[in-house]
């Protein structure tokens, strides 16, 4: 397997949350064709604890996309109506700990750059599904994940290799289906891994910190529409409800006790010039250093959507589509990482911790694995970006993905070889 071949595949054909058939087809293929016992779908994802899940006209028509794409439709069966999340185990020859790696692998909703010096458009890897994108390096992830997996297969050990392929990570929306599923709930050491991040290339972090907790709302504003000049009283104005609340939700207060956030990205309402709108939607966040914070700053946010909307006659329902916490990551796993770092000549620069400044919804999967004695961490590994983060320019220098695999695999034989003694 040529990681960057898979790697480039992976970006031409990008996959939105809830969405990524093809992706988790291959997935499932190429885990099994090396040997790994694998499960997906609802087997490892509780339905109705997925966040933000898009309109069921999109997912069938991701659906159809990947099967006409050649996609397995035995496998494509079990993942219908966007339970797209993969589990692969792999059994060592003895009894040892399990030890688990967890890869995201959606995209987003960003149409790629056709700039010429862009890399993937000048090679022939860019987007082949205009309007999504690998703007955040989960290609790479998935890619690492599944080189890795066929690296590992070759070796022996004792224990248990796990590896978690998570969808909607972006806006976190897939991670809690999949950590109430339970399939955590047997780790002893969970890696979780982020490329890029502000990192040089041939830097990395034994671990992340400065996770910020976050939640997502949308919010539907609900009135009564009206001639807007022959009898604007008697219309309910949704839209001016919605205003309402994003201008007073951009004046909430700071915390201080810790950095806090709130962005209103989504306002849409109205169809005329002429007529009282009577719906209006808004999709929003809020974010906190901690994760007490962001419950409070979460309750402040609503209360303010739903005076908005009864300031104007108006009724206001709320619904959380993506949710992260906080997490803090073990000393003993960062440093492990950073031993076994130190014997891959690829990786010069070394820090104990480099800060997130962001959300993750892998919080949820390293907070459970340790409320039940194991350790984590969230290792970024440093690779040269072209444009920032979700970015129509953003892309990676792919050394960085070989070398991931080789560290994966020296901290896998640590872990299980060590640990079973």
Same mark, same amino acid.
């Given at each position: 397997?040529?990681?960057?071949?898979?790697?480039?595949?992976?970006?031409?054909?990008?996959?939105?949350?809830?969405?990524?058939?093809?992706?988790?087809?291959?997935?499932?293929?190429?885990?099994?064709?090396?040997?790994?016992?694998?499960?997906?779908?609802?087997?490892?994802?509780?339905?109705?604890?997925?966040?933000?899940?898009?309109?069921?006209?999109?997912?069938?028509? *991701?659906?159809?996309?990947? $099967?006409?794409? !050649?996609?397995?439709?035995? &496998?494509? #069966?079990?993942?219908?109506? +966007?339970?797209? /999340?993969?589990?692969?185990?792999?059994?060592?020859?003895?009894?040892?700990?399990?030890?688990?790696?967890?890869?995201?692998?959606?995209?987003?909703?960003?149409?790629?750059?056709?700039?010429?010096?862009?890399?993937?458009?000048?090679?022939?890897?860019?987007?082949?599904?205009?309007?999504?994108?690998?703007?955040?390096?989960?290609?790479?992830?998935?890619?690492?994940?599944?080189?890795?997996?066929? *690296?590992?297969?070759?070796? $022996?050990?004792? !224990?248990?290799?796990?590896? &978690?392929? #998570?969808?909607?990570?972006? +806006?976190?929306? /897939?991670?809690?289906?999949?950590?109430?599923?339970?399939?955590?709930?047997?780790?002893?050491?969970?890696?979780?891994?982020?490329?890029?991040?502000?990192?040089?290339?041939?830097?990395?972090?034994?671990?992340?910190?400065?996770?910020?907790?976050?939640?997502?709302?949308?919010?539907?504003?609900?009135?009564?529409?009206?001639?807007?000049?022959?009898?604007?009283?008697?219309?309910?104005?949704?839209?001016?409800?919605?205003?309402?609340?994003?201008?007073?939700?951009?004046?909430?207060?700071?915390?201080?006790?810790?950095?806090?956030?709130?962005?209103?990205?989504?306002?849409?309402?109205?169809?005329?010039?002429?007529?009282?709108?009577?719906?209006?939607?808004?999709?929003?966040?809020?974010?906190?250093?901690?994760?007490?914070?962001?419950?409070?700053?979460?309750?402040?946010?609503?209360?303010?959507?739903?005076?908005?909307?009864?300031?104007?006659?108006?009724?206001?329902?709320?619904?959380?589509?993506?949710?992260?916490?906080?997490?803090?990551?073990?000393?003993?796993?960062?440093?492990?990482?950073?031993?076994?770092?130190?014997?891959?000549?690829?990786?010069?620069?070394?820090?104990?911790?480099?800060?997130?400044?962001?959300?993750?919804?892998?919080?949820?999967?390293?907070?459970?694995?340790?409320?039940?004695?194991?350790?984590?961490?969230?290792?970024?590994?440093?690779?040269?970006?072209?444009?920032?983060?979700?970015?129509?320019?953003?892309?990676?220098?792919?050394?960085?993905?070989?070398?991931?695999?080789?560290?994966?695999?020296?901290?896998?034989?640590?872990?299980?070889?060590?640990?079973?003694?």
């Amino acid at each position: 397997m040529d990681i960057i071949e898979l790697r480039r595949d992976l970006h031409a054909h990008p996959e939105v949350g809830f969405t990524e058939f093809r992706t988790a087809n291959r997935v499932v293929l190429e885990l099994r064709s090396n040997g790994y016992s694998v499960s997906y779908g609802a087997d490892v994802m509780v339905p109705e604890w997925r966040r933000g899940l898009p309109p069921s006209t999109q997912i069938d028509l *991701a659906y159809e996309r990947a $099967k006409n794409d !050649g996609a397995d439709e035995t &496998i494509l #069966q079990g993942m219908r109506g +966007g339970l797209t /999340g993969v589990v692969a185990t792999l059994k060592g020859s003895a009894p040892g700990p399990t030890v688990a790696f967890r890869f995201d692998m959606d995209a987003l909703p960003i149409v790629e750059s056709t700039d010429s010096e862009h890399v993937p458009n000048a090679n022939g890897f860019a987007s082949l599904y205009r309007g999504e994108m690998h703007a955040c390096g989960h290609d790479g992830h998935t890619a690492i994940g599944l080189a890795f997996a066929k *690296a590992m297969s070759a070796r $022996k050990f004792a !224990g248990t290799l796990k590896l &978690i392929f #998570q969808p909607a990570e972006e +806006g976190g929306r /897939g991670a809690k289906s999949m950590v109430d599923k339970g399939v955590v709930d047997d780790v002893d050491f969970l890696i979780c891994c982020h490329l890029g991040l502000d990192l040089p290339l041939h830097s990395i972090s034994g671990g992340a910190c400065d996770f910020l907790a976050s939640t997502k709302l949308m919010a539907q504003f609900h009135g009564v529409s009206a001639h807007a000049a022959a009898a604007p009283e008697k219309g309910r104005n949704a839209l001016l409800g919605a205003a309402t609340a994003l201008l007073n939700i951009h004046a909430l207060p700071r915390f201080s006790s810790g950095a806090t956030r709130v962005n209103v990205g989504v306002l849409e309402g109205g169809t005329a010039p002429n007529i009282i709108p009577d719906t209006a939607k808004m999709v929003l966040e809020c974010r906190a250093e901690s994760y007490e914070v962001n419950q409070d700053l979460e309750q402040r946010v609503r209360t303010i959507l739903l005076h908005s909307a009864a300031k104007h006659g108006l009724t206001c329902d709320i619904e959380t589509i993506g949710e992260a916490a906080t997490a803090v990551c073990d000393h003993e796993l960062k440093s492990l990482v950073l031993d076994a770092a130190k014997f891959i000549e690829f990786f010069t620069e070394f820090k104990d911790e480099h800060p997130l400044g962001a959300s993750e919804d892998a919080t949820f999967f390293i907070r459970r694995v340790q409320e039940l004695g194991g350790k984590a961490t969230y290792s970024i590994l440093g690779t040269t970006i072209a444009a920032p983060h979700h970015n129509p320019k953003f892309d990676i220098d792919e050394q960085i993905l070989p070398a991931t695999v080789q560290l994966f695999e020296r901290i896998a034989m640590i872990t299980l070889q060590t640990r079973a003694e």
